[in-house]
DNA sequence: CCAAAAAGCTAATGCCTCTAGGATCTCGGC
DNA sequence: GCCGAGATCCTAGAGGCATTAGCTTTTTGG
């Protein structure tokens, strides 16, 4: 009997499991499940992953990358409230777009899991800190206004993906205004308080 | 064989609920782990409840009602950056000493699931808004607002619970200069382009 | 062409949800 | 005091998922 192999890479592994998430939640991601998507035993992945554990936290790294992609590109050649309109437009539609990668992103992840990656992590962390450099901040502003962002954005997309908004009024509207809230508090960081 | 009764309650279950959840977090929270807490099968539990998701419902309501209660009580008296200061600081206070509750209230729930107790989640509202009120805000501005700050508070906690800020900057510095920031901002949140 | 590495498989264990149907306890009413 | 109804608990069992161990087959480099 002449079966071929399916040839399972990692890489293929994760990138279904970031179908699986956005087709039905980062907790779809699941070893069955993806064995079923590739004709395959559940034991039989883990010559590929770890765990799921492991699985998960190669998703996370990917919409990482993808996240630092788009909103790297989005942010090229901007500054001020270009920048921050830009990078917080292209950070909400990557979320909405991809809502079980973007869960996968918000998962608690140890540095040991990621052995040498942590690269994507750190570039994250650059892109917000040079769109805050364009308003002069320095530390300890810079670190303050940057957990003042991404809470911001990331509590929004949470909650929008959550059917948390539930008044009428449409959530890209409020999303606009509070932009604008948020780059007027940047702009005059220094000398609020 | 004099085998008595455990006793049990919707009411029990759920506050055993909420201590596993605080315990190891709110996927913790399983039929099987609260039957062993009460020494009866897991069986035995589908008298009371009708099933995990049921049970998840019920404790996200108690949290919600619980957060309500501190909350309130905080803003109780005060108005202006005092009410947003208590607010905030009640707001994380729970959040910290209770993450498995608190992840609970962050959970899609459907209308449908709550039968008669929605009033738990529509006075959730009626406090920020009220709050809001004190700046002198109305429609649209009020809803805007409320979302900023419902985003701003949820994502700073999540963050800071899933050990998203690394830096060595105590987090509640960053906390509390955030909230001068909000507090500016709502201020003049009229002005603003 | 062959041996070792790689990729799958079967078998098993353990944990979990949930349903069906049976036994037993409790309690209100006679 | 007795009894039936309903509430509460149990046993059995199906089915899903994660993970390990050990075996077989396929690939591939020398």
Redesign the pocket.
């Known amino acids: 009997?002449?079966?071929?192999?399916?040839?399972?890479?990692p890489e293929l592994l994760v990138r279904a499991a970031a179908e699986l998430a956005d087709e039905g939640g980062l907790d779809k991601v699941?070893?069955?499940?993806l064995?079923r998507r590739f004709?395959?035993?559940?034991?039989?992945l883990?010559?590929?992953i770890r765990?799921?554990?492991d699985l998960r936290v190669r998703l996370a790294l990917l919409a990482s990358a993808e996240m630092n992609d788009v909103i790297g590109a989005a942010v090229a050649g901007r500054s001020g409230k270009d920048a921050l309109v830009a990078f917080a437009g292209a950070y909400r539609d990557y979320a909405l777009a991809h809502p079980g990668r973007y869960a996968a992103t918000q998962q608690r992840i140890e540095p040991s899991e990621v052995a040498a990656d942590g690269s994507v992590l750190v570039r994250a962390v650059e892109l917000t800190y040079g769109m805050l450099r364009g308003y002069g901040l320095t530390e300890p502003d810079l670190t303050d206004a940057a957990r003042l962002l991404r809470a911001t954005f990331h509590g929004y997309i949470h909650l929008e993906l959550s059917g948390g908004f539930h008044h009428t009024r449409p959530v890209a509207a409020s999303w606009a205004r509070s932009l604008d809230a948020l780059h007027s508090t940047l702009e005059t960081w220094g000398n609020i308080r």
């Open positions: 009997m002449v079966r071929r192999r399916a040839g399972i890479t699941t070893v069955s499940a064995a004709g395959v035993k559940d034991a039989s883990y010559s590929h765990n799921l554990r």
